[in-house]
């Protein structure tokens, strides 16, 4: 009996030796319950099968004998010269290489190139899984080669990137591109495949070219597409498809991304910039890293590498990371102290955070060898690796490895050179895989996240020989996709598939809160519901709160409510637990902290524009001191934007005399700056001091003198306060007026607040729109830059005076509100946010205007106006009209009008708002305040109605 327990026991630890419960705890507990004797058999057992977890490679299966190699010599001049062999300039590898491998559902997909240099065709392989059946696609395109001219010169950049989109079942694949241009190769300068909507899940046996549409020289023919290297594919937690990749070269590029939604691709949204030195940085530069989706988080990790050529770094440099919140990555970026910035990024600096090229001898200019990029990941429980492989020193010739991590919540990253190289992939349980060769075959090491602690796993000795690699880890295993050693540029391809031993999730001991969150705010006064998610194994479940218990439930759902705690909610602070039973009476327990606002919230904005055209003068008060000042808003003479301005009148010399605005506040970081930027005029020999202040009570700093106001014209004032006290504080704008002499009146208009981690204040307008284009009902553009605040806002502008010039835009002025909706002829038909590049207006007979795309930033200042031009005489011919329309109040006025037409208007959206027929040769509709076409019959004209 002794000996069936144990051989029974044995089973059950060879079971989970192979998975990702851990062997020694396994052991631990099981030892417990053991005599001395099945003790012996244990230890014995132990000694043959180590204390790791079991790794199995359980297939290795070729996917070709011709995967493409570029196998001769380099070739750095004289490109006309075939020699033997498939020649290159950059590198040999080119299959498999970059973003080629991706798993969906029971398939795999895998990309490369038919080998060898006779034919060099884009293939695309499926592997189903279960019954290892792979089928393989063949495109009639072939790699261009060496600058798109000599196609006897492999290219190593051109790879193939693969996708698959779960809400469609689409394939993608973008292809043999490296910087080239429309205007020299039209046909080929860029390169997408799409297939039709559920090619993915086709049957076994039928994935072929005809489930893909005609290759394309976009994604999206709206939007430009040159100068575009390394393609890559990412999904984000709501399995939606995003595109990224390199536009520009090695040492001025930028990363860009775009969204595919309902079966078409978005606008791109830059995450960096091209020349970023126009822009205020003191170099331009590349990026060499990736754009990751992980945890919920879009994230990215790179080396740069600069525009110089005589500093010490022959090519890249310095360890980048930043994330974000927002899931389409256009907003809420951070750098890995959470300090916030706005795309694009023009100052690499801002995200920086370690020099691995310190680790090596450093001698003078061109010291220090860095070809490689950033490879990076993060675990689920938000622990940072980053590593880069081969830093060399060119002084002594040595290399090394570095390594860099920190595990949520360090202030800083810890930095090592003792660790084996590879690639490296988080897996579930705070885990890090670094995937290895040793002897030309893999060798996997796992550490805990936010450690340097590797721990050997597994060393592959058998099966292919590997020249080169890619892996995926999905699912719990993991995937080899190498190329063997041999020889010709034609060589064998293999994908390897291992159990890492990795178990799902346990949900039948699921605990956790399901609507309310660690760290989560709530509104004062809230009467809260507290619903968990409970797995099968627990069979009561109770909610405390510090000593108190709010019920315990015993079956599902799992909601407290109603008990008084949970009641009208005010206090700052409330900790609640839940504390699950098992059949054992074994406890779970999972706790979470949430809070209400405290009475002195902050204010979460980060700019704010004051205009006094909505007479708001009640958001103002004085002091405490009266003067005998009492401000007005006024129709005064000496108005810079709108109708109103802020008016103060002095009788006589008198002390400083202040009038703050409590409700326009901005909450100020610690160490950050309180920008104002003001408009100040006076009547008659006076001058107006502004300077910020923070609430009372909270930070009072020293007033800042800003000179004397003009007579009767506005002048510009500028004040900065840096946050110093150590806490984020609440600041709102306070000014200051003083009468120098006589009798006078101090004006102030167009005041703006914002707070920045630059000591400047932001005069400096965002770079121009380019490419404004009209396709059809589709205005559209490439969006520019700002560097200091970035840019918030993009207006659209229109006119149908074709003589027009472009609109003068003045600085620190909002357009489109609070009266400014016109600029001379032209008049402000929207505003987007940032990463938005197109909008719908018609540029067809409907529509006649030109257009002017004008970016905001949030110091608001407007870039130059990028202008679209429709042909005036074409649109002449096309408003050949015999109605006549006039505007009034709240109304337009049809005359000469034929009886029986159908009228129809339509506003700025192109929506219908009214449609009826000509009883009368005149005829009035009343309208709400904006721009219309109206259609009388075929024949149509443009009305504004004020």
């Known amino acids: 009996?002794?000996?069936?327990?144990?051989?029974?026991?044995?089973?059950?630890?060879?079971?989970?030796?192979?998975?990702?419960?851990?062997?020694?705890?396994?052991?631990?507990?099981?030892?417990?319950?053991?005599?001395?004797?099945?003790?012996?058999?244990?230890?014995?057992?132990?000694?043959?099968?180590?204390?790791?977890?079991?790794?199995?490679?359980?297939?290795?299966?070729?996917?070709?004998?011709?995967?493409?190699?570029?196998?001769?010599?380099?070739?750095?001049?004289?490109?006309?010269?075939?020699?033997?062999?498939?020649?290159?300039?950059?590198?040999?590898?080119?299959?498999?290489?970059?973003?080629?491998?991706?798993?969906?559902?029971?398939?795999?997909?895998?990309?490369?190139?038919?080998?060898?240099?006779?034919?060099?065709?884009?293939?695309?392989?499926?592997?189903?899984?279960?019954?290892?059946?792979?089928?393989?696609?063949?495109?009639?395109?072939?790699?261009?080669?060496?600058?798109?001219?000599?196609?006897?010169?492999?290219?190593?950049?051109?790879?193939?990137?693969?996708?698959?989109?779960?809400?469609?079942?689409?394939?993608?694949?973008?292809?043999?591109?490296?910087?080239?241009?429309?205007?020299?190769?039209?046909?080929?300068?860029?390169?997408?495949?799409?297939?039709?909507?559920?090619?993915?899940?086709?049957?076994?046996?039928?994935?072929?070219?005809?489930?893909?549409?005609?290759?394309?020289?976009?994604?999206?023919?709206?939007?430009?597409?040159?100068?575009?290297?390394?393609?890559?594919?990412?999904?984000?937690?709501?399995?939606?498809?995003?595109?990224?990749?390199?536009?520009?070269?090695?040492?001025?590029?930028?990363?860009?991304?775009?969204?595919?939604?309902?079966?078409?691709?978005?606008?791109?949204?830059?995450?960096?910039?091209?020349?970023?030195?126009?822009?205020?940085?003191?170099?331009?530069?590349?990026?060499?890293?990736?754009?990751?989706?992980?945890?919920?988080?879009?994230?990215?990790?790179?080396?740069?590498?600069?525009?110089?050529?005589?500093?010490?770094?022959?090519?890249?440099?310095?360890?980048?990371?930043?994330?974000?919140?927002?899931?389409?990555?256009?907003?809420?970026?951070?750098?890995?102290?959470?300090?916030?910035?706005?795309?694009?990024?023009?100052?690499?600096?801002?995200?920086?955070?370690?020099?691995?090229?310190?680790?090596?001898?450093?001698?003078?200019?061109?010291?220090?060898?860095?070809?490689?990029?950033?490879?990076?990941?993060?675990?689920?429980?938000?622990?940072?690796?980053?590593?880069?492989?081969?830093?060399?020193?060119?002084?002594?010739?040595?290399?090394?490895?570095?390594?860099?991590?920190?595990?949520?919540?360090?202030?800083?990253?810890?930095?090592?050179?003792?660790?084996?190289?590879?690639?490296?992939?988080?897996?579930?349980?705070?885990?890090?895989?670094?995937?290895?060769?040793?002897?030309?075959?893999?060798?996997?090491?796992?550490?805990?996240?936010?450690?340097?602690?590797?721990?050997?796993?597994?060393?592959?000795?058998?099966?292919?020989?590997?020249?080169?690699?890619?892996?995926?880890?999905?699912?719990?295993?993991?995937?080899?996709?190498?190329?063997?050693?041999?020889?010709?540029?034609?060589?064998?391809?293999?994908?390897?598939?291992?159990?890492?031993?990795?178990?799902?999730?346990?949900?039948?001991?699921?605990?956790?809160?399901?609507?309310?969150?660690?760290?989560?705010?709530?509104?004062?006064?809230?009467?809260?519901?507290?619903?968990?998610?409970?797995g099968s194994a627990y069979t009561e479940v109770s909610l405390w709160s510090g000593n108190t218990n709010l019920g315990t439930l015993t079956e599902a759902p799992y909601q407290w409510s109603s008990h008084p705690i949970l009641t009208n909610m005010t206090d700052r602070v409330y900790a609640f637990s839940l504390v699950a039973k098992d059949e054992a009476g074994a406890e779970t327990e999972e706790s979470i902290t949430i809070y209400t606002p405290e009475d002195n919230s902050l204010a979460s904005q980060t700019s704010i524009y004051i205009s006094f055209e909505d007479e708001a003068i009640a958001n103002w008060e004085t002091d405490g001191n009266d003067y005998g000042v009492v401000p007005e808003i006024t129709d005064g003479i000496n108005v810079r934007a709108g109708a109103k301005v802020l008016k103060m009148s002095y009788s006589d010399r008198t002390s400083g005399h202040h009038i703050q605005n409590i409700v326009d506040k901005i909450a100020v970081p610690n160490n950050h700056y309180f920008h104002m930027i003001a408009y100040t005029a006076t009547s008659d020999n006076g001058y107006g001091q502004s300077f910020p202040t923070a609430k009372l009570g909270e930070w009072k700093p020293t007033p800042s003198f800003t000179g004397h106001a003009s007579n009767d014209v506005f002048e510009r004032k500028v004040t900065s306060r840096q946050n110093t006290q150590g806490d984020t504080l609440n600041c709102f704008p306070r000014v200051r007026n003083k009468a120098n002499g006589g009798a006078c009146d101090i004006y102030y208009d167009d005041i703006v607040l914002y707070t920045s981690p630059d000591e400047d204040v932001d005069l400096t307008a965002p770079s121009a729109a380019a490419e404004v284009e009209v396709n059809g009902d589709t205005l559209s553009w490439v969006e520019g830059s700002d560097e200091a605040t970035g840019i918030v806002e993009t207006l659209i502008l229109a006119t149908t005076n074709f003589s027009a010039a472009a609109p003068e835009m003045q600085a620190q002025v909002a357009y489109g509100t609070l009266g400014q909706d016109s600029i001379g002829d032209w008049e402000v038909l929207a505003k987007y946010s940032v990463g938005i590049s197109q909008c719908t207006v018609h540029s067809d007979a409907t529509m006649p205007y030109n257009y002017a795309v004008v970016h905001r930033d949030v110091a608001y200042n407007y870039s130059v106006p990028a202008l679209y031009n429709e042909e005036v005489a074409t649109l002449e011919e096309r408003l050949s009209v015999s109605f006549k329309c006039y505007t009034l109040d709240g109304a337009i006025k049809l005359e000469m009008m034929k009886v029986g037409r159908p009228i129809a208007v339509y506003n700025i959206s192109g929506q219908k708002v009214y449609e009826g027929m000509a009883k009368e040769t005149e005829q009035y509709i009343t309208l709400a305040q904006g721009i219309y076409l109206v259609k009388v019959g075929e024949e149509v004209q443009k009305a504004l109605v004020k």
């Open 1 to 534: 009996m002794s000996m069936i327990l144990c051989s029974y026991f044995i089973l059950f630890l060879q079971k989970y030796n192979s998975k990702s419960y851990l062997f020694s705890i396994n052991v631990l507990i099981i030892m417990k319950k053991l005599t001395p004797k099945y003790l012996i058999y244990v230890l014995i057992f132990c000694l043959f099968t180590g204390a790791s977890a079991q790794i199995e490679r359980e297939f290795e299966i070729k996917v070709t004998d011709s995967g493409l190699y570029f196998d001769g010599e380099a070739r750095k001049s004289d490109f006309s010269i075939d020699n033997e062999g498939f020649e290159y300039f950059f590198g040999r590898r080119i299959t498999p290489h970059g973003d080629c491998i991706k798993k969906y559902g029971d398939f795999l997909f895998l990309s490369w190139y038919l080998g060898g240099e006779e034919n060099k065709n884009v293939m695309l392989s499926r592997l189903h899984i279960p019954s290892q059946t792979l089928e393989t696609v063949k495109f009639p395109h072939t790699h261009v080669g060496y600058q798109h001219k000599y196609p006897h010169i492999g290219d190593s950049h051109n790879t193939i990137a693969v996708a698959v989109c779960p809400l469609d079942s689409t394939v993608h694949m973008l292809y043999d591109m490296h910087s080239y241009s429309k205007a020299d190769f039209p046909d080929s300068y860029f390169n997408y495949s799409v297939s039709f909507n559920g090619a993915a899940n086709a049957p076994v046996g039928e994935f072929t070219l005809d489930l893909f549409k005609p290759r394309q020289t976009y994604l999206n023919p709206s939007y430009n597409y040159s100068d575009i290297t390394y393609p890559n594919f990412f999904l984000n937690n709501n399995d939606e498809l995003f595109v990224w990749f390199r536009e520009g070269g090695n040492n001025n590029g930028m990363y860009k991304f775009a969204k595919y939604s309902d079966g078409a691709w978005g606008p791109f949204t830059n995450f960096s910039t091209l020349n970023a030195k126009s822009q205020g940085n003191p170099y331009n530069w590349g990026l060499y890293g990736d754009l990751k989706y992980i945890n919920g988080k879009l994230r990215v990790g790179f080396l740069k590498r600069m525009s110089y050529n005589d500093d010490k770094y022959v090519y890249n440099n310095g360890f980048h990371y930043a994330y974000t919140d927002d899931p389409e990555g256009k907003t809420q970026w951070y750098n890995y102290k959470g300090d916030a910035f706005s795309l694009p990024l023009v100052k690499p600096e801002k995200i920086f955070f370690y020099e691995p090229g310190d680790v090596v001898t450093q001698g003078g200019a061109n010291s220090i060898k860095i070809s490689s990029g950033a490879n990076f990941t993060v675990t689920d429980k938000e622990a940072v690796h980053f590593i880069t492989n081969g830093v060399k020193s060119m002084v002594d010739g040595k290399s090394k490895n570095v390594h860099a991590y920190k595990k949520a919540g360090d202030s800083t990253f810890t930095i090592s050179t003792d660790f084996p190289g590879g690639s490296l992939e988080a897996v579930d349980g705070n885990q890090v895989f670094l995937v290895s060769k040793n002897n030309d075959r893999v060798e996997i090491y796992k550490a805990e996240g936010g450690t340097n602690d590797w721990e050997k796993l597994y060393t592959e000795t058998t099966g292919i020989k590997i020249e080169h690699n890619n892996v995926l880890i999905a699912d719990g295993k993991m995937f080899v996709y190498a190329m063997q050693k041999a020889s010709g540029d034609a060589r064998p391809i293999y994908i390897q598939m291992y159990d890492l031993g990795i178990l799902p999730p346990d949900t039948t001991r699921t605990l956790a809160f399901a609507n309310v969150t660690d760290g989560q705010e709530i509104a004062k006064g809230t009467n809260l519901t507290i619903e968990a998610e409970v």
